[in-house]
């Protein structure tokens, strides 16, 4: 069983920037595994983010994010990332983590079922 907790969430400011972690336990991710980030704003479906696979050899990014967010990983720590700077008010969501212990395809990871979920973490932007 895998357990993922989100922080880094609060109130940000429009322009501003946020780094978001996701501390993996219960399993140690191979270099297939596929660690992802989504966000749900009140009254919206779940959005992907960003996804990177666990060897860091390829990631993806949803439009709305691309050029403003890096997702990275630490492999000592499990832990994955979320950077995003030139925050927006639509930016504003709760943040959650994702894992897919194993996918052996080529990028699209935003279309993945993942099999694994975090609690989510708060980002408040403030205009």
């Known amino acids: 069983q895998v357990q993922l907790v989100e922080s880094g969430g609060g109130l940000l400011q429009t322009g501003g920037s946020l780094r978001l972690s996701c501390a993996a336990s219960?399993?140690?991710?191979?270099?297939?595994?596929?660690l992802g980030w989504f966000r749900q704003a009140p009254g919206k479906e779940r959005e992907f983010v960003a996804a990177?696979?666990?060897?860091?050899?390829?990631?993806d990014y949803a439009d709305s994010v691309k050029g403003r967010a890096t997702i990275s990983r630490d492999n000592a720590k499990n832990t994955v990332y979320l950077q995003m700077n030139s925050l927006k008010p639509e930016d504003a969501a709760v943040y959650y983590c994702?894992?897919?212990?194993?996918?052996?395809?080529?990028?699209?990871?935003?279309?993945?079922?993942?099999?694994?979920w975090g609690q989510g973490t708060q980002v408040t932007v403030s205009s």
């Open positions: 994702a894992a897919k212990p194993w996918y052996g395809g080529l990028g699209n990871f935003r279309t993945l079922e993942y099999d694994y």
């Open positions: 219960g399993r140690t991710f191979n270099n297939n595994a596929i």
């Open positions: 990177i696979r666990w060897s860091g050899a390829s990631t």
